[in-house]
């Protein structure tokens, strides 16, 4: 499973929304259910899942599902084995 | 450009304004707007006291994207040590009308979070708002501060309170009550029941006073370590609270056989629609031994009585007071009056369960000073 799949099916639980309606392009903007509680919980939800700590500045650029995917495979990718 | 978050400078009060006007644009509620100064004229910064506000503000390229403020006051802890802490306040997202700025609200608390880690959240208006919902999902440890109510004058509380006439049908229910008596026979007998039932409180004197001075001192130092959390309430800081040029309140001074046992602060509150036209008194703050919180309560209710209000309420968090409450006839209902506190915070108040009971809340511990209280 891909860090995109992951994402999106993080995502398609909070939002009670098919994970075939999300895209990496899908953002607070065209998902109805995501607001600023949402997007703290996604964040919550994403740190959890990746047993990662997101800084605010990496919190700040996440606005699409996209941008998560990059800067979690970032992370994934400079983290000790 | 990323969003950071500043401390509010004066030279950022006309995004401020403008930020203002976009969130009263698009809501048309007239109650979001965020301070339009940035010094506090509530509690400003001082190098002489330890109780002070400050403001931040989220900024994208010169433009306003949410702000909160932050009150510092010190805290007496369950372990008898005086700690600093922080109360996150009036958190204000451009998110709430542009969701590409949903961001906003989890940045404006990781950075107060960031700047004061013992911090706690208090009212926000019930557990379906959204801070209280991100404290939560945060892992915060929480509680509701109980409400409190006594009906002076049930003839005009049956006909003016609104939240109880919110059918034809329970509004038709009210006017007969009023028209009838029977609202009126029935809360002052449950009054009288109540006053019956309680143990007796023996005989005290209450003056009224300007302001605060070193007596109130040996009250705090004598009393605090009963309770588990208490804001410091010494005369510095009870003038800075309740200075005396504020006529809006009423302090008083209560003594038993020469000696000072404990103080209140009462006052009337703006005009709110969900209390109609009624005349609504608060009893605002107080303190004392818990034990002695009969007294302080009693003289609070009599002050308030006499100004001539039809309802008295208060949020009173400590079990002694709340028993003193109730053995007046005050009822208690529901509460949107909640605590939070983050995980340090909340660390060092363990065992919650048994020290959040003697916890010392009221409404002066929150954002409603002065204008909400």
Request: glycine residues 6%; hydrophobic residues 45%; contains cysteine.
């Amino acid at each position: 499973m891909t860090v995109f799949d992951q994402i999106r099916a993080l995502a398609s639980d909070l939002f009670a929304i098919s994970p075939d309606k999300l895209s990496v392009s899908s953002s607070p903007e065209t998902v109805d259910a995501w607001d600023s509680v949402q997007h703290l919980n996604l964040v919550l939800a994403v740190e959890e899942k990746f047993h990662l700590q997101l800084s605010p500045e990496e919190i700040e650029q996440m606005k699409t599902i996209g941008d998560i995917v990059k800067i979690v495979e970032g992370k994934l990718q400079t983290a000790p084995s | 450009m990323p969003i950071t978050i500043q401390p509010y400078l004066p030279e950022h009060e006309p995004a401020v304004a403008e930020f203002n006007q976009r969130l009263k644009t698009s809501t048309n509620d007239p109650t979001l707007v965020f301070p339009r100064y940035a010094v506090p004229r509530w509690l400003p910064h001082s190098q002489s006291s330890d109780l002070f506000q400050e403001y931040f503000l989220a900024l994208e390229n010169g433009f306003v994207r949410g702000g909160y403020a932050l009150k510092h006051q010190n805290f007496i802890f369950p372990d008898g040590k005086v700690r600093r802490i922080g109360y996150y306040h009036h958190p204000y997202s451009e998110g709430i009308i542009n969701k590409s700025y949903a961001v906003v609200g989890s940045l404006l608390l990781r950075d107060a979070m960031a700047r004061s880690p013992l911090l706690y959240c208090l009212g926000m208006g019930g557990y379906d708002r959204p801070l209280p919902k991100m404290l939560v999902r945060l892992g915060w440890t929480h509680c509701a501060i109980p409400f409190y109510f006594l009906v002076l004058r049930p003839h005009r509380f049956l006909l003016q309170m609104q939240a109880l006439r919110g059918s034809a049908a329970r509004e038709w229910l009210m006017n007969l009550a009023a028209a009838s008596g029977a609202g009126w026979a029935a809360m002052k007998a449950l009054r009288a029941w109540r006053s019956l039932r309680a143990p007796r409180v023996e005989s005290f004197t209450v003056e009224k006073i300007a302001e605060f001075s070193a007596w109130a001192n040996d009250l705090w130092e004598k009393n605090k370590d009963a309770y588990a959390l208490a804001a410091m309430r010494d005369a510095t800081t009870l003038c800075l609270l309740y200075p005396a040029t504020d006529e809006h309140f009423t302090r008083l001074r209560i003594r038993r056989g020469g000696q000072d046992i404990g103080w209140a602060v009462v006052g009337e509150r703006r005009k709110d629609e969900k209390y109609g036209e009624m005349r609504v008194g608060s009893i605002i703050d107080g303190w004392a031994a818990p034990g002695d919180a009969a007294p302080v309560v009693q003289a609070a209710t009599a002050a308030l009585e006499q100004a001539g209000m039809d309802l008295i309420v208060s949020n009173q968090n400590h079990a002694e007071w709340g028993l003193a409450l109730a053995n007046l006839g005050f009822l208690s209902s529901e509460s949107n009056f909640i605590f939070a506190a983050s995980k340090t915070l909340a660390a060092l108040l363990q065992p919650f369960e048994s020290n959040r009971l003697r916890m010392h809340f009221t409404r002066a511990d929150g954002d409603g000073l002065p204008r909400n209280f």
